[in-house]
């Protein structure tokens, strides 16, 4: 029988050494310890790794949206459903390079840029590839998420500067067939092991309130815990339900859930930037305050998330200055 102190103990890679990963079994005792045992325990754990009262702050911007081939039932630029989302060609190098230039103006320290594709063709890597200098330049973090890479493109955005690749795996591995059948969980484990062997780091997270169960979610956080080294950087993003997806009419998060969930990656996770993403601009102050209680020390800043909402940054701001938060 596992019991509290087990699963606290045998949770804590600082505690147990990076060898030994956290089973499905001790993540859920983890997540279903009391309320207020799990999120302290995950705070101090935050503490021990992290400057308290910190959070990084990243601005998304899309840089080619809408008319993607793939069928994520979350996804609103999906060509196969009927939203609302314009479609655009690759943003301009100089259109970009002002975006990053106002994001470091108004207090972001990673630029993050997503493209709405299977995967990059090496032309467009042509035009992307400068880019990433001239954002360096400014003194801001890169991050891209373009989709699917193959090692030699992952080398090429290493070389120009590239700091992290998003690739999210959304789910569990069981659950991910019913939400994305045009590419394969494995798929996705590729891109990563080949972002991972070109030195950058990998941001890589899931989505909660597509309908799966509490262990999908259990699942999930062990393949990204097992993750050898773990992801530098884990984004968890609640649904954002955009009329004309298959999943416009998904049942609400439980907040509190969601909390648990945080404070359990916190724990397994303990070096790595927890990202409370999509589905902010819903939250209430209590809840963002308790996530980042529970260990979130990162967010998405600035209005807009790809193409869904995001809270203004003004809003942000007094959130911050209320709760006595820096940026880093
Ligand atoms: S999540 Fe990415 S890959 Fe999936 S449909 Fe949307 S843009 Fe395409």
Known sequence: MITDID??????????????????????????????????????????????????LSTLVNIKSGACPEDCSYCPQSIRYKTNVSTTTLMSVEDILEKAKKAKESGAGRFCMGAAWRSPKDKDLKVLLPVLKGIKELGLETCMTLGMLTASQADKLKEAGLDYYNHNLDTSENFYKKIITTRTFEQRLETINN????????????????????????????????????????PINTLVKVKGTPLQDEQDVEPIDLVRLIATA????????????????????????LCFFSGANSIFYGEELLTTENPKINKDKALMEKLGIMSE
């Open 7 to 56: 699963i606290v103990i045998k949770s804590d890679r600082s505690v147990i050494g990076k060898e030994e990963k956290p089973t499905v079994e001790i993540i859920k005792g983890l997540y279903s310890l009391p309320f207020n045992d799990l999120i302290s325990k995950a705070h101090s754990i935050h503490n021990a790794n992290f400057e308290p009262n910190t959070v990084q």
């Open 266 to 289: 916190r724990v397994i996770l303990p070096k790595t930037y927890i990202r409370l993403s999509a589905g902010r601009s819903s939250m209430s102050d209590e809840l963002q305050a």
């Open 195 to 234: 972002v991972q062997k070109s030195g950058i780091k990998v941001c890589c997270g899931g989505i909660i309130g597509l309908g799966e169960t509490d262990n999908d979610r259990f699942e999930l956080l062990h393949v990204i815990a097992s993750m050898e080294p773990q992801p530098e950087s884990v």
